[in-house]
Protein backbone atom coordinates (compact mmCIF):
# COMPACT_ATOMS: atom_id res chain seq x y z
CA UNK A 1 0.00 0.00 0.00
CA UNK A 2 2.92 2.38 0.83
CA UNK A 3 4.33 1.64 -2.16
CA UNK A 4 1.27 2.08 -4.12
CA UNK A 5 0.60 5.21 -2.39
CA UNK A 6 4.60 6.59 -3.28
CA UNK A 7 4.10 6.00 -7.12
CA UNK A 8 0.46 8.18 -6.72
CA UNK A 9 2.47 11.00 -5.44
CA UNK A 10 5.18 10.48 -7.79
CA UNK A 11 2.34 10.58 -11.12
CA UNK A 12 0.95 13.43 -9.86
CA UNK A 13 4.24 15.47 -9.05
CA UNK A 14 5.33 14.69 -12.55
CA UNK A 15 2.16 15.80 -14.04
CA UNK A 16 1.19 18.85 -12.11
CA UNK A 17 4.53 19.93 -13.22
CA UNK A 18 4.01 19.09 -16.97
CA UNK A 19 0.89 20.89 -16.86
CA UNK A 20 2.41 24.33 -15.01
CA UNK A 21 2.61 27.40 -16.92
CA UNK A 22 5.34 29.65 -15.04
CA UNK A 23 6.69 27.82 -11.83
CA UNK A 24 8.93 29.62 -9.24
CA UNK A 25 12.42 28.64 -9.31
CA UNK A 26 12.77 29.57 -5.80
CA UNK A 27 16.70 30.83 -5.79
CA UNK A 28 15.89 32.64 -2.62
CA UNK A 29 16.35 35.87 -1.58
CA UNK A 30 19.27 37.84 -2.93
CA UNK A 31 20.31 40.32 -5.44
CA UNK A 32 18.24 41.31 -8.42
CA UNK A 33 18.35 39.92 -11.47
CA UNK A 34 18.71 42.45 -14.45
CA UNK A 35 19.38 40.06 -17.32
CA UNK A 36 19.50 36.36 -18.37
CA UNK A 37 20.25 34.43 -21.48
CA UNK A 38 19.76 30.70 -22.07
CA UNK A 39 21.58 29.45 -25.28
CA UNK A 40 19.47 26.38 -24.97
CA UNK A 41 17.08 24.92 -22.63
CA UNK A 42 19.26 23.58 -19.95
CA UNK A 43 22.49 25.79 -20.05
CA UNK A 44 21.72 29.90 -18.38
CA UNK A 45 22.99 32.44 -17.08
CA UNK A 46 21.79 35.48 -14.78
CA UNK A 47 23.06 38.79 -14.25
CA UNK A 48 22.73 41.66 -11.69
CA UNK A 49 23.31 43.95 -9.33
CA UNK A 50 26.26 44.19 -7.27
CA UNK A 51 28.10 41.66 -9.30
CA UNK A 52 25.77 39.15 -9.55
CA UNK A 53 26.31 36.15 -11.63
CA UNK A 54 24.94 32.78 -12.07
CA UNK A 55 24.94 29.81 -14.08
CA UNK A 56 22.68 27.02 -14.60
CA UNK A 57 22.99 22.83 -16.99
CA UNK A 58 19.61 21.99 -15.39
CA UNK A 59 17.54 24.80 -16.86
CA UNK A 60 17.34 26.42 -13.96
CA UNK A 61 16.73 23.46 -11.32
CA UNK A 62 20.45 24.24 -9.82
CA UNK A 63 22.53 27.10 -9.77
CA UNK A 64 26.08 28.11 -9.77
CA UNK A 65 27.32 31.17 -8.02
CA UNK A 66 29.99 32.94 -10.08
CA UNK A 67 29.20 36.52 -8.84
CA UNK A 68 31.94 39.14 -9.10
CA UNK A 69 32.22 39.46 -5.40
CA UNK A 70 35.51 42.04 -5.69
CA UNK A 71 33.62 44.76 -7.37
CA UNK A 72 30.37 46.61 -6.90
CA UNK A 73 29.32 47.33 -10.30
CA UNK A 74 26.32 46.21 -11.64
CA UNK A 75 26.12 43.39 -14.17
CA UNK A 76 23.18 44.74 -15.95
CA UNK A 77 23.15 42.35 -19.62
CA UNK A 78 24.25 39.37 -20.69
CA UNK A 79 24.45 37.11 -24.11
CA UNK A 80 25.57 33.53 -24.40
CA UNK A 81 26.01 32.37 -28.55
CA UNK A 82 26.14 28.93 -26.78
CA UNK A 83 27.07 27.15 -23.93
CA UNK A 84 30.71 28.18 -23.32
CA UNK A 85 30.86 31.48 -25.39
CA UNK A 86 29.41 34.76 -24.37
CA UNK A 87 29.28 38.41 -23.04
CA UNK A 88 28.52 40.19 -20.02
CA UNK A 89 28.35 44.04 -19.82
CA UNK A 90 29.31 45.68 -16.43
CA UNK A 91 28.38 49.25 -14.92
CA UNK A 92 32.40 49.70 -15.50
CA UNK A 93 31.90 50.17 -19.03
CA UNK A 94 33.62 47.28 -19.51
CA UNK A 95 32.03 43.96 -21.64
CA UNK A 96 33.83 40.48 -20.07
CA UNK A 97 33.79 37.50 -22.96
CA UNK A 98 34.65 34.11 -22.41
CA UNK A 99 35.41 31.30 -24.67
CA UNK A 100 35.15 28.42 -22.13
CA UNK A 101 32.14 28.70 -20.24
CA UNK A 102 33.28 30.97 -17.78
CA UNK A 103 36.29 29.41 -16.57
CA UNK A 104 37.78 32.58 -17.62
CA UNK A 105 37.12 35.78 -18.78
CA UNK A 106 39.58 36.00 -21.71
CA UNK A 107 38.58 39.75 -23.01
CA UNK A 108 38.07 42.57 -21.27
CA UNK A 109 36.57 45.71 -23.45
CA UNK A 110 36.39 48.74 -22.27
CA UNK A 111 33.33 50.34 -24.26
CA UNK A 112 32.81 53.46 -22.66
CA UNK A 113 29.32 53.88 -21.46
CA UNK A 114 26.81 51.14 -19.66
CA UNK A 115 25.68 48.79 -21.32
CA UNK A 116 21.85 47.43 -20.52
CA UNK A 117 21.19 45.11 -23.69
CA UNK A 118 22.44 43.11 -26.27
CA UNK A 119 21.30 41.57 -29.56
CA UNK A 120 23.12 39.39 -31.71
CA UNK A 121 22.19 37.88 -35.08
CA UNK A 122 24.31 35.24 -35.26
CA UNK A 123 27.92 34.70 -33.64
CA UNK A 124 29.15 37.48 -35.26
CA UNK A 125 27.51 40.34 -36.13
CA UNK A 126 25.41 42.36 -32.97
CA UNK A 127 24.46 45.53 -31.40
CA UNK A 128 24.85 46.78 -27.58
CA UNK A 129 22.54 49.84 -26.69
CA UNK A 130 22.50 51.50 -22.82
CA UNK A 131 23.18 54.88 -21.69
CA UNK A 132 22.83 57.13 -24.55
CA UNK A 133 25.02 55.69 -26.76
CA UNK A 134 24.62 52.09 -29.21
CA UNK A 135 27.27 50.28 -30.50
CA UNK A 136 27.97 47.53 -33.37
CA UNK A 137 30.69 44.63 -33.66
CA UNK A 138 31.14 42.96 -36.26
CA UNK A 139 33.34 40.60 -34.82
CA UNK A 140 32.13 38.89 -32.06
CA UNK A 141 32.49 41.52 -29.42
CA UNK A 142 36.02 42.04 -29.80
CA UNK A 143 35.42 45.73 -31.13
CA UNK A 144 33.04 48.08 -31.25
CA UNK A 145 31.94 51.29 -32.92
CA UNK A 146 30.18 53.60 -31.17
CA UNK A 147 27.46 56.45 -32.13
CA UNK A 148 26.01 59.14 -30.79
CA UNK A 149 22.52 58.29 -30.55
CA UNK A 150 20.52 58.91 -27.27
CA UNK A 151 19.55 55.68 -26.58
CA UNK A 152 18.43 54.85 -23.06
CA UNK A 153 19.56 51.50 -23.72
CA UNK A 154 16.53 48.95 -25.14
CA UNK A 155 16.71 47.62 -28.58
CA UNK A 156 14.74 45.75 -30.95
CA UNK A 157 16.61 44.76 -34.58
CA UNK A 158 14.25 43.05 -36.85
CA UNK A 159 17.61 42.38 -39.20
CA UNK A 160 21.50 43.46 -39.44
CA UNK A 161 19.82 46.75 -41.18
CA UNK A 162 16.65 47.56 -39.84
CA UNK A 163 16.01 48.13 -35.48
CA UNK A 164 14.54 50.16 -33.42
CA UNK A 165 15.67 52.34 -29.89
CA UNK A 166 14.10 54.51 -27.34
CA UNK A 167 15.24 57.67 -25.92
CA UNK A 168 13.63 60.31 -23.66
CA UNK A 169 13.41 61.54 -19.65
CA UNK A 170 10.76 61.20 -17.38
CA UNK A 171 9.98 64.92 -17.61
CA UNK A 172 9.84 65.08 -21.40
CA UNK A 173 8.41 61.46 -22.21
CA UNK A 174 10.03 59.16 -24.70
CA UNK A 175 10.89 59.18 -28.38
CA UNK A 176 10.52 56.22 -30.16
CA UNK A 177 13.49 56.16 -32.94
CA UNK A 178 14.02 53.78 -36.32
CA UNK A 179 16.79 52.84 -38.68
CA UNK A 180 16.89 51.16 -41.93
CA UNK A 181 21.09 51.67 -42.34
CA UNK A 182 22.42 49.98 -39.40
CA UNK A 183 22.41 52.16 -37.01
CA UNK A 184 23.72 55.18 -39.35
CA UNK A 185 21.14 57.08 -38.93
CA UNK A 186 18.13 57.41 -36.76
CA UNK A 187 14.49 59.29 -37.18
CA UNK A 188 12.22 59.54 -34.35
CA UNK A 189 8.72 57.83 -35.05
CA UNK A 190 6.43 58.04 -31.94
CA UNK A 191 6.81 60.52 -28.92
CA UNK A 192 5.15 60.38 -25.26
CA UNK A 193 4.44 63.20 -22.79
CA UNK A 194 2.87 63.57 -19.04
CA UNK A 195 5.24 60.89 -17.70
CA UNK A 196 4.59 58.42 -20.06
CA UNK A 197 7.80 56.69 -20.74
CA UNK A 198 8.47 54.08 -22.88
CA UNK A 199 10.96 51.03 -21.50
CA UNK A 200 10.82 48.21 -24.00
CA UNK A 201 10.42 47.81 -27.41
CA UNK A 202 10.06 44.33 -29.56
CA UNK A 203 9.18 43.57 -33.26
CA UNK A 204 8.07 40.65 -34.79
CA UNK A 205 8.45 41.68 -38.72
CA UNK A 206 9.41 44.60 -40.09
CA UNK A 207 5.31 45.85 -39.86
CA UNK A 208 3.95 44.47 -36.54
CA UNK A 209 5.79 45.29 -33.06
CA UNK A 210 4.67 46.43 -29.72
CA UNK A 211 6.63 48.43 -26.50
CA UNK A 212 5.86 48.80 -22.43
CA UNK A 213 6.52 51.18 -20.77
CA UNK A 214 4.34 53.24 -17.22
CA UNK A 215 1.05 53.20 -16.27
CA UNK A 216 1.36 49.26 -17.27
CA UNK A 217 1.13 51.29 -20.91
CA UNK A 218 1.25 48.64 -24.42
CA UNK A 219 1.77 50.14 -27.25
CA UNK A 220 1.47 48.48 -30.68
CA UNK A 221 2.16 49.70 -34.29
CA UNK A 222 1.58 47.93 -37.74
CA UNK A 223 3.04 49.78 -40.33
CA UNK A 224 6.22 49.68 -39.15
CA UNK A 225 6.54 52.43 -36.16
CA UNK A 226 5.07 55.38 -38.23
CA UNK A 227 2.07 54.59 -35.71
CA UNK A 228 1.50 53.37 -32.77
CA UNK A 229 -1.94 53.33 -31.06
CA UNK A 230 -2.38 52.17 -26.86
CA UNK A 231 -3.55 48.93 -25.84
CA UNK A 232 -3.46 48.89 -22.23
CA UNK A 233 -3.21 51.37 -19.50
CA UNK A 234 -3.37 52.10 -15.54
CA UNK A 235 -3.23 54.91 -14.60
CA UNK A 236 -1.89 53.87 -11.03
CA UNK A 237 0.71 51.71 -11.93
CA UNK A 238 4.63 52.28 -12.53
CA UNK A 239 6.10 50.73 -15.74
CA UNK A 240 6.80 47.08 -17.60
CA UNK A 241 10.26 47.06 -18.11
CA UNK A 242 9.83 43.85 -20.83
CA UNK A 243 8.28 42.78 -23.30
CA UNK A 244 8.49 39.64 -25.36
CA UNK A 245 6.55 37.92 -28.70
CA UNK A 246 6.96 34.31 -30.11
CA UNK A 247 4.30 35.42 -33.52
CA UNK A 248 2.65 37.92 -34.06
CA UNK A 249 -0.23 36.97 -31.72
CA UNK A 250 1.40 35.72 -28.64
CA UNK A 251 3.30 37.92 -26.00
CA UNK A 252 3.99 38.94 -22.81
CA UNK A 253 5.00 41.95 -20.82
CA UNK A 254 6.36 42.43 -16.71
CA UNK A 255 7.12 44.74 -14.63
CA UNK A 256 6.46 46.62 -11.19
CA UNK A 257 3.47 45.67 -9.53
CA UNK A 258 0.06 46.86 -9.27
CA UNK A 259 -1.97 46.01 -6.49
CA UNK A 260 -5.40 47.40 -7.91
CA UNK A 261 -5.25 44.59 -10.29
CA UNK A 262 -3.14 42.33 -8.09
CA UNK A 263 -0.42 41.43 -11.05
CA UNK A 264 2.80 42.79 -12.88
CA UNK A 265 2.80 40.56 -15.73
CA UNK A 266 0.27 39.79 -18.61
CA UNK A 267 0.05 37.73 -21.78
CA UNK A 268 -1.81 37.79 -24.92
CA UNK A 269 -2.59 35.59 -27.52
CA UNK A 270 -4.50 37.81 -29.72
CA UNK A 271 -2.21 40.76 -31.32
CA UNK A 272 -2.84 42.36 -28.07
CA UNK A 273 -6.37 42.97 -28.38
CA UNK A 274 -6.70 41.18 -24.93
CA UNK A 275 -4.00 41.45 -22.42
CA UNK A 276 -4.94 39.18 -19.34
CA UNK A 277 -3.09 38.87 -16.17
CA UNK A 278 -0.31 36.01 -16.06
CA UNK A 279 -1.28 33.13 -13.58
CA UNK A 280 0.85 32.27 -10.92
CA UNK A 281 3.97 35.35 -11.83
CA UNK A 282 3.43 37.70 -8.69
CA UNK A 283 6.50 39.43 -7.32
CA UNK A 284 7.96 43.01 -6.62
CA UNK A 285 9.61 43.96 -9.66
CA UNK A 286 10.01 41.76 -12.99
CA UNK A 287 12.98 42.97 -15.36
CA UNK A 288 12.64 40.57 -18.00
CA UNK A 289 11.01 38.09 -20.13
CA UNK A 290 12.53 35.77 -23.21
CA UNK A 291 11.03 32.72 -24.89
CA UNK A 292 13.81 31.97 -26.68
CA UNK A 293 14.09 28.40 -26.69
CA UNK A 294 10.17 28.74 -27.53
CA UNK A 295 8.27 26.96 -25.56
CA UNK A 296 11.07 26.87 -22.36
CA UNK A 297 10.93 30.70 -21.38
CA UNK A 298 11.91 32.32 -18.20
CA UNK A 299 10.66 35.78 -16.28
CA UNK A 300 12.83 37.56 -13.57
CA UNK A 301 13.51 40.07 -11.35
CA UNK A 302 13.86 41.94 -7.96
CA UNK A 303 15.16 39.98 -4.89
CA UNK A 304 16.24 36.85 -7.50
CA UNK A 305 13.06 36.37 -8.51
CA UNK A 306 12.97 33.85 -11.45
CA UNK A 307 10.00 32.32 -13.23
CA UNK A 308 10.11 29.42 -15.69
CA UNK A 309 7.47 27.91 -18.32
CA UNK A 310 8.14 24.96 -20.43
CA UNK A 311 4.91 24.82 -22.32
CA UNK A 312 5.28 28.67 -23.76
CA UNK A 313 3.70 30.19 -20.52
CA UNK A 314 0.21 27.76 -21.10
CA UNK A 315 -0.04 28.05 -24.81
CA UNK A 316 1.36 24.89 -25.03
CA UNK A 317 0.42 22.08 -22.53
CA UNK A 318 2.32 18.51 -21.85
CA UNK A 319 0.95 16.06 -19.52
CA UNK A 320 2.17 12.69 -19.13
CA UNK A 321 0.43 9.66 -18.83
CA UNK A 322 0.59 8.05 -15.60
CA UNK A 323 1.65 3.96 -15.51
CA UNK A 324 2.34 3.80 -19.66
CA UNK A 325 6.29 2.33 -19.87
CA UNK A 326 6.48 2.22 -24.08
CA UNK A 327 8.47 0.16 -25.52
CA UNK A 328 8.96 2.00 -28.78
CA UNK A 329 8.80 5.73 -29.79
CA UNK A 330 6.21 6.41 -31.74
CA UNK A 331 4.06 9.56 -32.84
CA UNK A 332 0.34 9.59 -33.17
CA UNK A 333 -2.06 11.42 -35.90
CA UNK A 334 -3.75 14.50 -33.76
CA UNK A 335 -7.20 14.36 -33.01
CA UNK A 336 -9.60 16.24 -33.83
CA UNK A 337 -7.97 16.53 -37.53
CA UNK A 338 -9.16 19.04 -39.07
CA UNK A 339 -9.51 21.09 -35.51
CA UNK A 340 -10.42 24.86 -34.66
CA UNK A 341 -8.26 25.63 -32.85
CA UNK A 342 -7.10 23.75 -30.47
CA UNK A 343 -5.65 19.53 -30.66
CA UNK A 344 -4.05 16.99 -28.96
CA UNK A 345 -1.04 15.20 -30.11
CA UNK A 346 -0.04 11.49 -28.42
CA UNK A 347 3.77 10.68 -28.39
CA UNK A 348 5.64 7.51 -27.34
CA UNK A 349 9.21 8.10 -25.52
CA UNK A 350 11.10 5.05 -24.93
CA UNK A 351 14.01 6.34 -23.97
CA UNK A 352 14.40 9.17 -21.34
CA UNK A 353 16.52 11.36 -23.56
CA UNK A 354 16.02 15.21 -25.53
CA UNK A 355 12.41 15.21 -27.56
CA UNK A 356 11.68 17.84 -29.99
CA UNK A 357 7.95 18.38 -31.37
CA UNK A 358 8.21 21.33 -33.82
CA UNK A 359 5.21 22.13 -35.82
CA UNK A 360 5.75 23.29 -39.18
CA UNK A 361 3.68 25.14 -42.22
CA UNK A 362 3.19 24.08 -45.53
CA UNK A 363 5.73 25.69 -47.25
CA UNK A 364 8.52 23.64 -44.85
CA UNK A 365 8.27 26.68 -42.35
CA UNK A 366 9.17 26.42 -38.29
CA UNK A 367 5.85 28.34 -36.70
CA UNK A 368 5.36 26.67 -33.23
CA UNK A 369 7.85 24.49 -30.88
CA UNK A 370 5.42 22.06 -28.88
CA UNK A 371 8.44 20.39 -26.99
CA UNK A 372 12.03 20.82 -26.87
CA UNK A 373 13.38 19.43 -23.72
CA UNK A 374 14.61 15.99 -21.86
CA UNK A 375 11.74 13.67 -21.09
CA UNK A 376 11.52 10.69 -19.19
CA UNK A 377 10.37 7.48 -20.59
CA UNK A 378 6.71 7.68 -20.80
CA UNK A 379 3.77 8.12 -22.76
CA UNK A 380 2.77 11.99 -23.36
CA UNK A 381 -0.30 14.35 -24.78
CA UNK A 382 0.20 17.75 -26.22
CA UNK A 383 -2.35 20.32 -26.43
CA UNK A 384 -2.04 22.66 -29.02
CA UNK A 385 -3.81 26.26 -29.32
CA UNK A 386 -3.89 27.80 -32.73
CA UNK A 387 -5.64 30.63 -31.85
CA UNK A 388 -3.13 32.41 -33.40
CA UNK A 389 -2.31 30.55 -36.92
CA UNK A 390 -4.43 31.15 -40.15
CA UNK A 391 -6.18 28.58 -41.61
CA UNK A 392 -4.24 26.11 -43.49
CA UNK A 393 -2.45 22.94 -44.10
CA UNK A 394 0.40 22.19 -41.29
CA UNK A 395 2.29 19.44 -40.38
CA UNK A 396 4.34 18.37 -36.99
CA UNK A 397 7.33 16.50 -36.27
CA UNK A 398 8.82 14.30 -33.85
CA UNK A 399 12.82 13.77 -33.63
CA UNK A 400 14.12 12.05 -30.28
CA UNK A 401 17.23 9.15 -29.87
CA UNK A 402 17.28 9.00 -33.83
CA UNK A 403 13.65 8.31 -34.02
CA UNK A 404 11.86 10.69 -36.55
CA UNK A 405 8.12 11.11 -37.27
CA UNK A 406 6.20 13.73 -39.45
CA UNK A 407 2.28 14.36 -39.35
CA UNK A 408 -0.15 16.28 -41.51
CA UNK A 409 -3.13 18.09 -39.97
CA UNK A 410 -5.35 20.61 -40.96
CA UNK A 411 -6.60 24.08 -39.06
CA UNK A 412 -10.01 25.31 -40.21
CA UNK A 413 -11.39 28.66 -38.66
Known amino acids: ?8 VFFFAVYSQADSQWVNLNLGNGFDIFDFSFPNSQTGYICGYGGLFKKTTSGGTNWTNMSFPSTQFNLNAVHFFNANTGMLASDNDTIYRTI ?41 GLNWTVSTIQSNGQIYFINQNTGWTISGNATSGSNILKTTDAGSTWQIQYATSNFRMIYDVFFVNENTGYASGYRH ?32 NSGWAVGDFYSTT ?45 FRTTNAGGLTSVKINP ?70 VYFYRMNSAGFSDTKRFVLLK
Open 262 to 306: NTNSYYTTNGGTNWINTNGVVSGRLNRVKINNSPVGYIAGQNQVM
Open 100 to 140: NGTQNWSDKIFIGFHVYDFQFFDSINGYASGTNRIAKTTNS
Open 323 to 392: GITPSDFSLSQNYPNPFNPVTKISFNVAKTGFVSLIVYDALGRQVHTLVNENLNSGSYNVSLDAAQFTSG
Open 217 to 248: GIYKTTDGGLNWFSQSEQTGANGLYSIYFINA
Open 1 to 8: MKKTLILI
